[in-house]
């Protein structure tokens, strides 16, 4: 009797792990806020400023709004010359009250400037002309915009950085100016504190497909981790073919890693000073569109292109990874990033934070198995208890 009890309370034990890991994150997905359509309002609001070359007066009017309209965050101009382009990034910082000193940073990326040509245009004498530039470059910024409206409120633990970046589309073939300066103007302690660098770039297509893109390498071990992230996130939101949402309504085709893309764009500088990053990127714009076809880089490039449910897919997985801190390594990680570790404990660390990135699903099955093991091997005990009292 006294084992079965035993056993009973490690199946009642069981049963609630693997129940509250689930629930857990569809709980956080009934309380997420980010707002599709008025994200998409903003894409509208930044092409009507014009083109957003760097120096222009455009670009300023644009840095101006977004600092104006997300007064929480902490602001800088940060300004460089680069290869004849005067370009200036913006910079805000989300410091929660409370927050440890030197713990991790979560940085939210997208590029503002808009492309200066359209050298894909069918018209040929529109192909030196800039372009409108809503997907390319407004789609990014309306997702970090409404994603600044409530990442305030989020009581999160770790510091938040938005990072808008100039100079990643200009010229005969795009450079990544802005992403660039910025990268090599990190100091070594802000590398080791970012554990992300989650880069946005034409994710509003109405025909959204977000394939796992590369770099980073299927072999680097941050990249893992953020790209699991990813997937953990997606099924819960309705994102992954055919499986269930919280709902138990059957996902959409939106997140789909069977598939992957080569794309050079502003994460590319981070990796190269060694920040952990990701792009979220589709590069097939338009029904249909073969990759780096359609409407990219055309004067087709307009606001009634972007669609508000597609930034809201992906804003909503960006803010339910910042509310179940997905995006970070681990508990501890980062916040000892004085603490000089060996090579050894960065990799362990790295492992374990895989480990809790396929999370949910891996937690629920085990469990799940856990309890299904221990309700057969309770009831044969009880039965043999009760076959033997009969006798
Ligand atoms: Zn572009």
Not at 279 to 287: H, S
Not at 293 to 318: F, N, Q
């Amino acid at each position: 009797m006294k084992m079965s009890a035993v056993f009973v309370v490690l199946l009642l034990a069981s049963c609630t792990v693997s129940l509250t890991s689930a629930e857990d994150v569809c709980s956080t997905v009934e309380i997420l806020e980010f707002n599709g359509d008025s994200a998409n309002q903003t894409v509208t609001i930044q092409v009507d400023f014009g083109p957003r070359l760097p120096g222009s007066n455009a670009s300023m009017e644009l840095r101006k709004w977004f600092m104006e309209t997300r007064p929480a965050f902490d602001w800088r101009l940060d300004s460089h010359s680069r290869e004849g382009y005067n370009l200036t990034n913006l910079e805000g910082k989300l410091v929660p009250e409370n927050v440890q000193e030197g713990g991790p940073i979560v940085v939210l990326a997208a590029h503002y400037d808009s492309r200066d040509r359209a050298e894909r245009d069918q018209n040929p004498n529109m192909t030196d002309m800039p372009i409108p530039g809503a997907n390319d470059g407004g789609s990014g910024v309306a997702v970090l915009w409404e994603l600044a409206r409530i990442i305030p409120s989020m009581n999160l633990e770790h510091e938040v950085w938005i990072l808008l970046t100039d100079a990643e589309d200009q010229g005969p073939t795009p450079s990544m100016l802005g992403a660039k300066a910025w990268a090599e103007n990190r100091t070594s302690e802000e590398v080791a504190r970012i554990d992300a660098f989650l880069l946005v770039d034409m994710i509003g297509d109405a025909d959204l497909k977000i394939y796992r893109t590369f770099p980073p390498s299927p072999t680097n071990e941050d990249g893992n981790r953020l790209w699991n992230a990813v997937e953990q996130l997606a099924q819960p939101l309705g994102l992954i073919d055919n499986l269930s949402d919280c709902d138990g309504n059957p996902g959409m085709d939106v997140v789909n890693f069977s598939r992957s893309d080569g794309v050079i764009d502003d994460h590319v500088p981070m990796l190269n000073v060694g920040i952990p990053a990701i792009d979220f990127i589709d590069i097939r714009y338009g029904e249909n569109a073969t990759e780096w076809g359609g409407y990219w880089h055309t004067h087709e490039d307009t606001p009634d292109k972007v669609s508000a449910e597609s930034l809201a897919h992906i804003g909503r997985l960006l803010e339910l990874g910042l509310r179940q801190g997905s995006w970070l390594k681990s508990d501890n990680s980062s916040s000892d990033a004085n603490a000089s570790e060996s090579d050894v404990l960065e990799v362990d660390s790295v492992h374990t934070s895989n480990d809790d990135a396929s999370s949910t699903q891996n937690i629920f099955i085990a469990g799940t198995t856990f309890a299904a093991i221990l309700l057969i091997f309770t009831t044969l005990v009880f039965l043999h208890q009760g076959v033997r009292l009969k006798r």
